[in-house]
């Protein structure tokens, strides 16, 4: 079964606008980890933020942790075109294993 | 720096027929992990593969198997093909710094028929 959960399933956005997407967990974790995937295509990580932090940024990215509710999020700032993806957060519930969310496919219009 | 590599790109086989997909983790990077993602689903984890070992298998029946070469390239086969096996195969290799981070290569896309 699926580790994570992402939320909302798909989102539709102009650009401009902000994307946020949500991520459930079931187990602990020593990190949690966000993957942007392009139509068919390898996956591509964003951004990694370890159990003892809150937020994390990268650029127009903003991540946040909540250990308590198993739950993460992530932010997209100012939303481009490219930005059109489906996006993955991963938790490593046993070392070596990568267990990935169900994923958001969010689509940003021009 | 190279990145993961996989190929064939597309790969078309018939039910029963076998399939090999093969994938090159970028240099340095020792382990090699596999992933199903069928339409419509997520990323199933299929193998681990480090050192030139099996270390980890997801729920998949042993007619997924596969290998590590010296080298640290992989092969994933796929025996005894079913419809249902039809997805995009990826590999990623694990990166150096502790923290699970994997680099994703371009995908198989296996389709039965």
């Known amino acids: 079964s699926q580790q994570g959960e992402e939320d909302p399933q798909a989102l539709s956005i102009q650009e401009g606008e902000n994307a946020t997407m949500n991520c459930s967990y079931k187990t602990s974790i020593n990190n949690l980890q966000w993957y942007r995937q392009n139509s068919g295509r390898g996956l591509v990580h964003l951004i990694l933020i370890r159990s003892n932090e809150r937020e994390k940024h990268s650029g127009r990215l903003r991540v946040t942790l909540d250990t308590s509710k198993k739950s993460s999020s992530l932010l997209i700032t100012a939303s481009r075109a490219a930005d059109t993806a489906s996006y993955f957060c991963a938790t490593a519930p046993t070392p070596g294993k990568l267990i990935f969310g169900t994923g958001t496919r969010l689509q940003v219009f021009p | 720096e190279a990145g993961v590599t996989q190929s064939p790109t597309h790969l078309i086989k018939t039910r029963g027929q076998q399939a090999t997909l093969r994938c090159s983790p970028i240099?340095?990077?020792?382990?090699v992990y596999w992933y199903q993602q069928a339409l419509g689903l997520g990323l199933q984890f299929l193998l681990w593969y480090d050192e030139g070992e099996e270390r980890n298998r997801g729920n998949f029946p042993p007619r997924f198997s596969g290998r590590q070469f010296p080298n640290y390239s992989s092969e994933l086969n796929v025996n005894a093909l079913e419809l249902e096996d039809s997805a995009l195969y990826l590999c990623a290799s694990l990166g150096t710094s502790g923290h699970n981070e994997q680099f994703f290569g371009p995908g198989t896309r296996l389709t039965v028929l």
């Open positions: 240099s340095g990077h020792t382990s």
